[in-house]
């Protein structure tokens, strides 16, 4: 069993809301008066997803969609079961895909996959943090927040078997010795 001895702040709410405010200007100058439909990935996006959307100028609508991997340990398998899928048809909609992180990035794949067959009318992702180090398929943002290292993180959305989403910041779990 894991101890967990604390949480360091890596970014800090302020940092973060900054930075959401900037990918907020920068999907709104994209899309212009044109709407587009943010699909929020559940349970990790919902915090970034609701800053995000506020400061959104362009007609926005909301969805949600809840998908996991699974695979031995901590790394995902590539193995995708939808949870919770979308309440209406994106055919012919402008998507931006609101993700928490990109690790693996196998979840996504699968996701993005899934969306074009949809026949949206574009598609794009946006992610608050990208850990590029440990990416086996190849997989890339259109919007990134923040790219980090390969550690561990929680917090704004983020979790560790449940726990710590609620934090307003973003942390390293420290482990016990
Ligand atoms: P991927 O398929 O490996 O890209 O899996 C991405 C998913 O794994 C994310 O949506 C998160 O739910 C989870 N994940 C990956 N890295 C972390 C982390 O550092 N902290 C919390 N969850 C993570
Ligand atoms: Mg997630």
Same mark, same amino acid.
């Given at each position: 069993?894991?101890k967990?001895?604390?949480?360091?702040?890596?970014?800090?709410?302020?940092?973060? @809301?900054?930075r959401?405010?900037? /990918?907020?200007?920068?999907?709104?100058?994209?899309?212009?008066?044109?709407?587009? +439909?943010?699909?929020?990935?559940?349970?990790?996006?919902?915090?970034?997803t +609701?800053?995000?959307?506020?400061?959104?100028?362009?007609?926005?609508?909301?969805?949600?969609?809840?998908?996991?991997?699974?695979?031995?340990?901590?790394?995902?398998?590539?193995?995708?079961?939808?949870?919770?899928?979308?309440?209406?048809?994106? @055919?012919?909609?402008?998507?931006?895909?609101?993700?928490?992180?990109?690790?693996?990035?196998?979840?996504?794949?699968?996701? /993005?996959?899934? /969306?074009?067959?949809?026949?949206p009318?574009?598609?794009?992702? +946006?992610?608050?943090?990208?850990?590029?180090?440990?990416?086996?398929v190849?997989?890339?943002?259109?919007?990134?927040?923040?790219?980090?290292?390969?550690?561990?993180?929680v917090?704004?959305?983020?979790? +560790?078997?449940?726990?710590?989403?609620?934090?307003?910041?973003?942390g390293?779990?420290?482990?016990?010795?």
């Amino acid at each position: 069993m894991l101890k967990i001895k604390g949480i360091k702040v890596h970014i800090t709410e302020e940092e973060i @809301e900054q930075r959401i405010r900037e /990918m907020a200007e920068q999907i709104s100058a994209y899309y212009g008066d044109e709407p587009l +439909c943010l699909i929020c990935i559940l349970k990790g996006s919902v915090f970034f997803t +609701c800053e995000l959307a506020k400061r959104i100028t362009s007609p926005v609508e909301l969805e949600f969609m809840s998908v996991s991997s699974y695979g031995a340990g901590t790394t995902s398998s590539g193995v995708v079961r939808i949870n919770y899928d979308l309440g209406t048809s994106i @055919e012919g909609k402008n998507i931006l895909v609101v993700e928490d992180i990109i690790d693996t990035g196998r979840t996504l794949k699968y996701l /993005m996959e899934n /969306m074009k067959t949809r026949n949206p009318k574009s598609i794009k992702l +946006c992610t608050l943090l990208d850990k590029p180090e440990r990416r086996v398929v190849d997989m890339e943002a259109d919007y990134v927040g923040f790219v980090i290292p390969d550690e561990f993180v929680v917090g704004y959305g983020l979790d +560790c078997d449940q726990q710590y989403r609620n934090l307003p910041y973003i942390g390293f779990i420290e482990i016990e010795e």
